[in-house]
Nanobody, 116 residues
Framework: QVQLVESGGDLVRPGGSLTLSCKAS????????MSWWRQAPGKERELVAS????????TYADSVRGRFAISRDNAKNTVYLQMDSLKPEDTAIYYC?????????WGQGTQVTVSS
Protein backbone atom coordinates (compact mmCIF):
# COMPACT_ATOMS: atom_id res chain seq x y z
CA GLN A 1 0.00 0.00 0.00
CA VAL A 2 1.52 3.27 -1.16
CA GLN A 3 1.62 6.02 1.44
CA LEU A 4 3.10 9.50 1.66
CA VAL A 5 2.64 10.97 5.13
CA GLU A 6 3.54 14.61 5.72
CA SER A 7 4.21 16.02 9.16
CA GLY A 8 5.66 19.11 10.80
CA GLY A 9 3.05 21.69 9.90
CA ASP A 10 2.27 24.21 12.61
CA LEU A 11 1.36 27.78 13.50
CA VAL A 12 4.49 29.94 13.42
CA ARG A 13 5.19 33.66 13.68
CA PRO A 14 6.54 35.64 10.71
CA GLY A 15 10.29 35.22 10.50
CA GLY A 16 10.15 31.80 12.10
CA SER A 17 11.21 28.40 10.81
CA LEU A 18 9.65 24.99 10.29
CA THR A 19 10.83 21.69 8.91
CA LEU A 20 8.32 19.50 7.08
CA SER A 21 8.84 15.77 6.62
CA CYS A 22 7.26 13.35 4.18
CA LYS A 23 7.68 9.67 4.94
CA ALA A 24 7.13 7.27 2.03
CA SER A 25 6.18 3.60 2.09
CA UNK A 26 4.89 0.99 -0.31
CA UNK A 27 7.17 1.85 -3.23
CA UNK A 28 10.88 2.17 -4.02
CA UNK A 29 11.54 5.67 -2.81
CA UNK A 30 14.84 6.14 -4.64
CA UNK A 31 13.12 5.47 -7.99
CA UNK A 32 11.10 8.64 -7.65
CA UNK A 33 11.73 12.35 -7.95
CA MET A 34 10.16 14.16 -5.00
CA SER A 35 8.62 17.57 -4.68
CA TRP A 36 6.75 19.82 -2.30
CA TRP A 37 3.65 21.72 -3.39
CA ARG A 38 1.35 24.07 -1.54
CA GLN A 39 -2.20 25.30 -1.85
CA ALA A 40 -3.52 28.39 -0.15
CA PRO A 41 -7.25 29.02 0.27
CA GLY A 42 -8.81 30.10 -3.02
CA LYS A 43 -5.62 29.52 -4.98
CA GLU A 44 -4.27 26.84 -7.28
CA ARG A 45 -1.78 24.29 -6.02
CA GLU A 46 1.74 25.46 -6.82
CA LEU A 47 5.15 23.81 -6.96
CA VAL A 48 7.42 24.92 -4.13
CA ALA A 49 10.54 22.78 -4.53
CA SER A 50 11.68 19.57 -6.17
CA UNK A 51 14.61 17.19 -6.05
CA UNK A 52 15.77 14.39 -8.31
CA UNK A 53 16.08 10.76 -7.25
CA UNK A 54 19.33 11.19 -5.35
CA UNK A 55 19.04 14.81 -4.20
CA UNK A 56 21.79 16.07 -6.45
CA UNK A 57 19.55 18.47 -8.32
CA UNK A 58 16.99 20.81 -6.78
CA THR A 59 14.65 23.52 -8.05
CA TYR A 60 12.68 26.20 -6.24
CA ALA A 61 9.84 28.59 -6.89
CA ASP A 62 11.04 32.18 -7.09
CA SER A 63 8.91 33.04 -4.06
CA VAL A 64 10.84 30.66 -1.75
CA ARG A 65 14.33 30.54 -3.26
CA GLY A 66 16.91 31.39 -0.61
CA ARG A 67 14.47 30.73 2.25
CA PHE A 68 13.43 27.08 1.73
CA ALA A 69 15.60 24.00 1.22
CA ILE A 70 14.50 20.57 0.01
CA SER A 71 16.48 17.47 0.89
CA ARG A 72 15.95 13.73 0.97
CA ASP A 73 17.29 10.73 2.84
CA ASN A 74 16.79 7.63 0.71
CA ALA A 75 17.84 5.39 3.59
CA LYS A 76 14.90 6.73 5.61
CA ASN A 77 12.47 7.03 2.67
CA THR A 78 11.90 10.63 3.67
CA VAL A 79 11.95 14.02 1.97
CA TYR A 80 12.25 17.24 3.95
CA LEU A 81 11.44 20.89 3.45
CA GLN A 82 13.35 23.30 5.66
CA MET A 83 11.50 26.63 5.72
CA ASP A 84 13.17 29.73 7.13
CA SER A 85 12.18 33.41 7.25
CA LEU A 86 8.54 32.42 6.93
CA LYS A 87 6.04 35.00 5.70
CA PRO A 88 2.26 35.19 6.06
CA GLU A 89 1.99 34.46 2.33
CA ASP A 90 3.59 31.05 2.97
CA THR A 91 0.39 30.01 4.75
CA ALA A 92 -1.00 26.97 2.92
CA ILE A 93 -1.48 23.24 3.02
CA TYR A 94 1.82 21.65 1.98
CA TYR A 95 1.82 18.40 0.02
CA CYS A 96 4.59 16.07 -1.04
CA UNK A 97 4.53 14.33 -4.39
CA UNK A 98 6.42 11.34 -5.76
CA UNK A 99 6.74 10.92 -9.51
CA UNK A 100 8.48 8.76 -12.07
CA UNK A 101 7.65 7.71 -15.63
CA UNK A 102 5.04 5.19 -14.47
CA UNK A 103 3.35 6.59 -11.38
CA UNK A 104 2.48 9.69 -9.38
CA UNK A 105 1.62 9.70 -5.68
CA TRP A 106 0.43 12.50 -3.38
CA GLY A 107 0.35 12.84 0.36
CA GLN A 108 -2.62 14.14 2.32
CA GLY A 109 -1.00 17.45 3.24
CA THR A 110 0.05 19.30 6.37
CA GLN A 111 -1.12 22.78 7.36
CA VAL A 112 1.39 25.62 7.74
CA THR A 113 0.06 28.88 9.14
CA VAL A 114 2.27 31.95 9.43
CA SER A 115 0.67 34.60 11.61
CA SER A 116 1.46 36.91 14.48
Amino acid sequence: QVQLVESGGDLVRPGGSLTLSCKASGFTFSDYAMSWWRQAPGKERELVASTNRFGGSTTYADSVRGRFAISRDNAKNTVYLQMDSLKPEDTAIYYCKAINLDSTYWGQGTQVTVSS
